[in-house]
């Protein structure tokens, strides 16, 4: 069983997949790459021809019906359908983030997963960074918290490009493209419900930026009490309190145009304080670091702690692999994902009414 390499189908060949999941998924002996597609076939062929695969297909039904393939991961835009589809072919699967687009697409995809038996994840790539790893660490180490800071404001998003060749066709009419946008658009208003559906955007960068801060800010305490407060305090950005059982917790998030990254979680202890700062997601063979601020003797000292220089991406393959495999707990199961869903709709939906 150890000695079985496991066929992954590539469902959806954009920029994550390209940059991150197809230079590992070859390098790693666990896996081989044994299917790709995508609704560009431009793309599909070229990356095809690039790394030697032939099965190659533009309907993700078709490659789950292919007996070589025993696992996927969906980088599509929209992946509520594949994911149930994916189950329901008996495949194992890594889905990116965000499951779903609400909470009442992903509670069925959820119940259908744990009812199937398969290892099904959700692509939160931070919790395998091995800084992360530190930083709960150090977290756990202080107690409890006496306030905690989770912010994201990210920085630019078109410097990284050069680092990688990547792939890009223009052959999927534009008209096919925003009418699943739109659908989209439809399904979020109703899911936040008229008074809020004017949020819709904001929402969903929430899911886009910042599902990973949900994500790893949920790893590090749990889900909230509650939401205290939420406010839109820009055009990409908004600010929210949120109640740990007494323990206050300020969320903010914007989209800045900085030529630094500016993700990090700050927590504040009783006599220690530890802050996790997250690198750019794109940027191989860098993983977070743990600043701690503590005592020394009468004085105090700062340190910082760097993490091993590894990749999330890579690390979180090789989780999946040690699930299917050795049977390993999965780390970032579908109901994480769901619970960061419903907690995004709490946020919006404790803002100031908003209609379209």
């Not at 189950?87 to 259908?112: C, M, N």
């Not at 180490?141 to 800071?149: E, F």
């Not at 300020?250 to 900085?258: H, P, R, S, V």
Request: charged content about 25%; hydrophobic content about 40%; proline content about 6%.
């Amino acid at each position: 069983m150890q000695d079985r390499v496991i066929g992954v189908g590539v469902i959806g060949c954009g920029e994550i997949a390209q940059l991150m999941h197809l230079p590992y998924l070859q390098e790693l002996p666990a896996f081989r790459i044994a299917a790709l597609c995508d609704i560009s076939p431009g793309t599909v062929d070229k990356l095809g021809e690039h790394y030697g695969i032939a099965a190659r297909y533009g309907d993700h039904r078709a490659l789950l019906a292919d007996p070589d393939v025993d696992a996927v991961v969906i980088c599509t835009y929209d992946h509520g359908e594949m994911v149930a589809d994916t189950i329901s072919a008996g495949k194992h699967l890594i889905v990116e983030k965000p499951l779903a687009f609400t909470p009442e697409e992903a509670r069925p995809l959820v119940e259908q997963a744990e009812r199937s038996g398969l290892i099904a994840l959700v692509g939160y790539m931070k919790f395998y960074d091995p800084g992360y790893e530190i930083g709960l660490e150090r977290i756990a180490a202080i107690g409890r918290p006496k306030s905690i800071h989770v912010h994201d404001f990210a920085g630019r998003f078109d410097r990284y490009g050069k680092l990688y060749t990547q792939t890009r066709i223009a052959d999927v009419p534009a008209d096919l493209l925003a009418a699943g946008r739109d659908a989209v658009t439809r399904r979020v208003e109703a899911a936040l419900g008229p008074d809020h559906a004017g949020y819709r955007d904001l929402y969903l960068l929430l899911l886009g930026l910042s599902s990973h801060d949900l994500a790893v800010m949920r790893g590090a305490f749990g889900t909230p009490s509650r939401v205290v407060h939420a406010q839109q305090t820009g055009p990409n950005q908004l600010l929210a309190v949120l109640d740990y059982d007494g323990i206050p917790c300020l969320f903010d998030m914007a989209l800045a145009q900085y030529e630094w990254w500016d993700e990090w979680i700050h927590v504040h202890g009783e006599r220690e304080e530890v802050r996790i700062d997250f690198q750019n997601p794109y940027f191989r063979n860098a993983s977070a670091s743990v600043r701690v601020r503590e005592a020394a003797g009468e004085t105090g000292s700062e340190r910082v702690i760097p993490g091993i220089p590894d990749t999330a991406f890579r690390r979180e393959w090789q989780h999946f692999a040690d699930c299917i495999l050795a049977g390993a707990k999965p780390r970032t199961p579908l109901s994480g994902g769901l619970a960061d869903l419903d907690l995004a709709v709490q946020i919006i939906q404790a803002m100031p009414p908003k209609r379209l």
